[in-house]
């Protein structure tokens, strides 16, 4: 089959990684989860101790960072300066943090880059805020995948406690850390979260997961090879 790219965007819980692993998966296709990069520069970022007004610090430790995305057994592993980082980046701490950073143009500039560079040979599945509206404008299958606040903080608890049965957080305080990290992200200036006026919007507020990967691949062939 031709290789194309497929651009997947849409708030905090919707499903874009699950969903965009396993369309890659189906496709023999490289994915790319472009919130993991974000959330390795946040890391970093902390790691060094940098005060939220020290941007410029910020800037040039993006630009001198080597962020290594490769395919594990169980999702993809994320490497910085050769150091697998997968697990650290998952914190509260990075969660609650990873907005305020990627709000910074230049560190943007950067990933971005990066992420083109992926995804130049095609054949890529790439998730993430801004990827049909920014990274690749050209994807040839561009989705919005969303679904009310509620289902998403639902997910995300129920993902959570299965994770560690003991963890200290509400349901509640998990819908308010997703709607205000959804605002952080939609109201930003550079490369916001939105729908690209050619992506395909769906609310998977009711859809199961395989539901949603089949949805996505019969649009690959309908877009693509024009239903064949
Ligand atoms: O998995 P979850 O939805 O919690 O978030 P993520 O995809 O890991 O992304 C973490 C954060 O990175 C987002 O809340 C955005 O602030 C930022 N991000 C971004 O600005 N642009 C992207 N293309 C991907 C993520
Ligand atoms: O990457 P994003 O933050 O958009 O979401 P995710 O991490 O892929 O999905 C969050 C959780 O929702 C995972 O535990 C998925 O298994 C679950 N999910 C679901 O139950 N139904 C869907 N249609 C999509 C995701």
């Not at 874009?16 to 998966?25: E, F, G, N, Q």
């Not at 995300?156 to 205000?180: C, G, N, S, W």
């Not at 997961?209 to 691949?217: C, F, G, H």
Request: hydrophobic share 40%.
């Amino acid at each position: 089959m031709e290789k194309f790219n497929i651009a997947i965007d849409g708030p905090a819980g919707a499903g874009k990684s699950t969903i965009a692993r396993l369309v890659a998966k189906e496709l023999d296709f490289i994915y790319v989860d472009t919130g993991a990069m974000y959330r390795a520069v946040t890391w970093k970022v902390l790691q060094e101790g940098l005060r939220p007004d020290q941007t410029e610090a910020m800037i040039a430790l993006a630009g001198g960072m080597e962020i290594r995305l490769v395919p594990g057994e169980n999702g993809q592993l994320v490497y910085v300066d050769g150091e697998d980082v997968t697990g650290v980046i998952r914190t509260p701490d990075v969660t609650g943090n990873v907005s305020r950073v990627s709000s910074i143009a230049e560190i943007r500039a950067v990933l971005t880059a990066k992420q083109q560079e992926l995804a130049k040979s095609k054949g890529v599945v790439m998730d993430g805020r801004d990827i049909g509206s920014h990274v690749l404008p050209d994807a040839e299958v561009k989705i919005f995948l969303t679904a009310s606040v509620r289902v998403r903080a639902e997910r995300r608890y129920r993902e959570m406690k299965e994770a560690q049965p003991d963890v200290d957080i509400t349901l509640e305080r998990l819908e308010r850390d997703i709607a205000e990290r959804d605002r952080m992200d939609q109201q930003r200036e550079a490369s916001p979260l939105v729908r690209a006026d050619d992506a395909v919007l769906m609310d998977t507020t009711d859809m199961p997961i395989p539901q949603v990967v089949e949805a996505i691949l019969e649009l690959c062939k309908t877009q693509v090879h024009g239903g064949k």
